[in-house]
């Protein structure tokens, strides 16, 4: 699921799912989805969220969060840089508040132009900074994830977020409010194997690529043949890992749908003591078990 | 690339193997002056041992660091529970699916308290290693991991976990099994408990599969151990698109315990013996026992809800 090609000088592209020729308009009229066969272009984080949110509604959080180069890791100053150059952010999530049909969210959103949509300590903050703004003020979580894993050139570093992110979705769930994921393309290893598959709901596009090692590893690892769909939305639904595959038209009005049926109640939820730590991050209730 | 830790130990291992031959010959030896002689001759070689021992363990590279911890002559998971539990009863089985030989666990008694074990358990003999798929954990290995986490809060027992893994098993029935959601609900489950949880990575801390039972108040290393994203190989092939930089890597990712604690991300070093923890295993153990009554006394002090709250912390401090 690359990026289409561009066979001139912009009028027209190929779909990377048919290979058939589409108008560029058209096509971002439909939010890069292919009118002929249905396939679904990645979708950079700004676009997606104004694809989803009401006009308007989107406040950006955190945008200043920016990672150093804990390790010294060859090249990562380089490449960190041109990936800031290139989407105009500072790291691989978006995130804030938004509305929903009125309804009103803690979302971030993943853009994978940003080295992979990988996550490294910066992405791990923003993740868990939205799961316990959610947590907090009782209004539901919405992720959109799209990531190839953890961010190597952080190290062990990285593999901590997956461990923070998830203790944040647990935060989440103690406190009784909704977290809704929806799995884009990609959605691999570090991100998949943490605060993406524990979340209440879990949505997916259509063929999204969804798998826990890249498909070489898995191949070396396991004795069968691998099936056709192996590590896509489809094998994932067919599995029992996720609950809809979601057409990118509907989104919105499925995620405004479960916003509304599961969030509703929220005010009825038992109220829980939050607790703020002495750091400016804040730790979750605990009075509940 | 890369020698193997055979290769590496190898001068070692034919030192070894001439001290232990004139210990022979000197036993069989009648002569007082010519045993005198071959034990002269011995306490050279031990010596020259010790020396080399020292050499070689002194400034390890972090690919060096690599080879031990990976070493099949190390000590597994079983082999300190054997040591420093007592009455460890193995219980089988996430009561779903199957079971999975690469993830252990069971209650068992450290000194006079009753307490959760759970550790990754990697194979010797060549069946033995693929029971325990060469220390590759299926779901069924973290859904067990989790059946145990639930039962030690029932019962107030404090958790220990011992990590040795190369990773994740990432094949099609594991990926069919949801693998990725297996590993997430276990650290998941961790952060709901409220009695102590101590982790100890004892050799290869191996990406999430590692982390799946890593989510502790507490996290140790032993001094020859290893805690990585990625195995070296992985990245050097993804980065670069030549796993034969591994060694490159391993530097590059800063996968030893000493980077470990210097980042701030681990609670402490365990020492090993002279030469790794496979030279002495019982002072290993002994080692890996104290840390451990060191930190159980530690958390000891915290209350049900300090500790749940505390974990939720250590983790939450790590990058901002």
Same mark, same amino acid.
């Given at each position: 699921?690359?990026?289409?090609?561009?066979?001139?000088? /912009?009028?027209?592209?190929?779909?990377? /799912?048919?290979?058939?020729?589409? *108008?560029?308009? %058209?096509?971002? %009229?439909?939010?890069?989805?292919? =009118?002929?066969? /249905?396939?679904?272009?990645? &979708?950079? !984080?700004?676009?997606?969220?104004?694809?989803?949110?009401?006009?308007?509604?989107?406040?950006?959080?955190?945008?200043?969060?920016?990672?150093?180069?804990?390790?010294?890791? =060859?090249?990562?100053? %380089?490449?960190?840089?041109? !990936?800031?150059?290139?989407? $105009?952010?500072?790291?691989?999530?978006?995130?804030?508040?938004?509305?929903?049909?009125?309804?009103?969210?803690?979302?971030?959103?993943?853009? *994978?132009?940003?080295? $992979? $949509?990988?996550?490294?300590?910066?992405? /791990?903050?923003?993740?868990?900074?939205?799961?316990?703004?959610? !947590?907090?003020?009782?209004?539901?979580?919405?992720?959109?994830?799209?990531?190839?894993?953890?961010?190597?050139?952080?190290?062990?570093?990285?593999?901590?977020?997956?461990?923070?992110?998830?203790?944040?979705?647990?935060?989440?769930?103690?406190?009784?409010?909704?977290?809704?994921?929806?799995?884009?393309?990609?959605?691999?290893?570090?991100? &998949?194997?943490?605060?993406?598959?524990?979340?209440?709901?879990?949505? !997916?596009? =259509?063929?999204?690529?969804?798998?826990?090692?890249?498909?070489?590893?898995?191949?070396?690892?396991?004795?069968?043949?691998? =099936?056709?769909?192996?590590?896509?939305?489809?094998?994932?639904?067919?599995?029992?890992?996720?609950?809809?595959?979601?057409?990118?038209?509907?989104?919105?009005?499925?995620?405004?749908?479960?916003?509304?049926?599961?969030?509703?109640?929220?005010?009825?939820?038992?109220? &829980?003591?939050?607790?703020?730590?002495?750091?400016?991050?804040?730790?979750?209730?605990?009075?509940?078990? | 690339?890369?020698?193997?830790?055979?290769?590496?130990?190898?001068?070692?291992?034919?030192?070894?193997?001439?001290?232990?031959?004139?210990?022979?010959?000197?036993?069989?030896?009648?002569?007082?002056?010519?045993?005198?002689?071959?034990?002269? +001759?011995?306490?050279?070689?031990?010596?020259?041992?010790?020396?080399?021992?020292?050499?070689?363990?002194?400034?390890?590279?972090?690919?060096?660091?690599?080879?031990?911890?990976?070493?099949?002559?190390?000590?597994?998971?079983?082999?300190?529970?054997?040591?420093? @539990?007592?009455?460890?009863?193995?219980?089988?089985?996430? +009561?779903?699916?199957?079971?999975?030989?690469?993830?252990?666990?069971?209650?068992?008694?450290?000194?006079?308290?009753?307490?959760? @074990?759970?550790?990754?358990?990697?194979? +010797?003999?060549?069946?033995?290693?693929?029971?325990?798929?060469?220390?590759?954990?299926?779901?069924?290995?973290?859904?067990?991991?989790?059946?145990? @986490?639930?039962?030690?809060?029932?019962?107030?027992?404090?958790?220990?976990?011992?990590?040795?893994?190369?990773?994740?098993?990432?094949?099609?029935?594991?990926?069919? +099994?949801?693998?990725?959601?297996?590993?997430?609900?276990?650290?998941?489950?961790?952060?709901?408990?409220?009695?102590?949880?101590?982790?100890?990575?004892?050799?290869?801390?191996?990406?999430?599969?590692?982390?799946?039972?890593? #989510?502790?108040?507490?996290?140790?290393?032993?001094?020859?151990?290893?805690?990585?994203?990625?195995?070296?190989?992985?990245?050097?092939?993804?980065?670069?698109?030549?796993?034969?930089?591994?060694?490159?890597?391993?530097?590059?990712?800063?996968?030893?315990?000493?980077?470990?604690?210097?980042?701030?991300?681990?609670?402490?070093?365990?020492?090993?013996?002279?030469?790794?923890?496979?030279?002495?295993?019982?002072?290993?153990?002994?080692?890996?026992? @104290?840390?451990?009554?060191?930190?159980? #006394?530690?958390?000891?002090?915290?209350?049900?809800?300090?500790?749940?709250?505390?974990?939720?912390?250590?983790?939450?401090?790590?990058?901002?």
């Amino acid at each position: 699921m690359s990026s289409p090609k561009h066979p001139n000088d /912009g009028s027209f592209l190929q779909c990377a /799912g048919c290979k058939k020729i589409l *108008f560029v308009a %058209e096509f971002e %009229e439909l939010n890069k989805v292919c =009118p002929h066969c /249905g396939h679904h272009h990645r &979708l950079g !984080a700004k676009r997606r969220i104004d694809s989803i949110f009401d006009p308007e509604s989107f406040v950006e959080l955190d945008q200043d969060l920016r990672s150093g180069n804990p390790l010294d890791f =060859p090249d990562y100053d %380089e490449k960190r840089l041109a !990936a800031e150059e290139k989407t $105009g952010t500072f790291d691989s999530i978006i995130c804030g508040f938004a509305q929903l049909d009125g309804q009103r969210v803690s979302v971030a959103v993943a853009d *994978f132009s940003f080295m $992979g $949509g990988s996550m490294g300590s910066v992405a /791990g903050e923003k993740i868990t900074r939205t799961l316990e703004r959610a !947590a907090e003020t009782k209004v539901p979580a919405i992720v959109f994830c799209a990531s190839g894993g953890a961010r190597m050139q952080e190290g062990l570093l990285s593999l901590m977020q997956m461990a923070k992110t998830t203790a944040a979705a647990q935060l989440c769930r103690r406190n009784h409010v909704p977290y809704i994921a929806v799995f884009t393309d990609p959605t691999m290893a570090g991100v &998949l194997a943490s605060y993406a598959s524990i979340a209440d709901v879990i949505l !997916a596009e =259509p063929k999204a690529t969804v798998g826990f090692a890249g498909l070489r590893v898995s191949k070396q690892a396991g004795v069968g043949k691998v =099936p056709d769909d192996f590590q896509t939305a489809e094998f994932g639904l067919a599995s029992g890992m996720i609950d809809r595959i979601v057409h990118r038209k509907e989104l919105k009005s499925t995620l405004s749908n479960l916003v509304n049926l599961l969030g509703s109640s929220l005010e009825e939820a038992v109220d &829980l003591p939050v607790r703020k730590s002495n750091h400016k991050k804040t730790v979750g209730a605990s009075a509940h078990g | 690339m890369a020698r193997t830790f055979e290769e590496w130990e190898k001068p070692l291992k034919d030192l070894e193997e001439g001290i232990e031959k004139l210990k022979v010959l000197a036993g069989r030896e009648r002569d007082d002056g010519k045993r005198t002689e071959a034990n002269v +001759r011995i306490g050279e070689l031990e010596i020259r041992r010790d020396k080399y021992v020292d050499a070689m363990y002194c400034q390890l590279s972090p690919w060096d660091t690599v080879l031990v911890a990976r070493a099949q002559a190390r000590p597994y998971s079983l082999d300190y529970a054997a040591a420093i @539990f007592d009455g460890f009863v193995e219980l089988q089985g996430d +009561r779903n699916y199957g079971a999975d030989f690469a993830i252990v666990g069971g209650p068992a008694k450290f000194n006079d308290q009753s307490i959760m @074990f759970v550790g990754h358990q990697k194979g +010797r003999s060549i069946q033995e290693r693929q029971l325990r798929n060469f220390g590759y954990a299926r779901p069924e290995g973290y859904r067990k991991a989790i059946r145990l @986490f639930e039962m030690a809060e029932r019962f107030r027992l404090p958790v220990v976990t011992f990590i040795d893994t190369p990773g994740a098993d990432a094949g099609v029935e594991a990926e069919k +099994r949801g693998i990725s959601e297996a590993i997430a609900a276990s650290m998941m489950k961790m952060f709901e408990l409220t009695v102590p949880i101590i982790s100890v990575i004892i050799g290869e801390g191996g990406s999430g599969g590692a982390i799946g039972i890593g #989510a502790a108040n507490k996290v140790l290393m032993l001094e020859h151990s290893i805690y990585s994203v990625i195995a070296p190989e992985g990245c050097a092939a993804i980065l670069w698109r030549r796993p034969e930089l591994a060694a490159q890597a391993a530097a590059a990712l800063r996968l030893t315990p000493q980077s470990a604690l210097e980042l701030g991300l681990i609670d402490g070093i365990i020492p090993e013996p002279k030469g790794g923890a496979h030279r002495d295993i019982p002072l290993a153990a002994q080692n890996l026992k @104290f840390a451990i009554e060191h930190a159980m #006394a530690d958390l000891s002090k915290c209350s049900p809800i300090d500790l749940r709250d505390s974990r939720y912390q250590r983790f939450r401090k790590m990058g901002f």
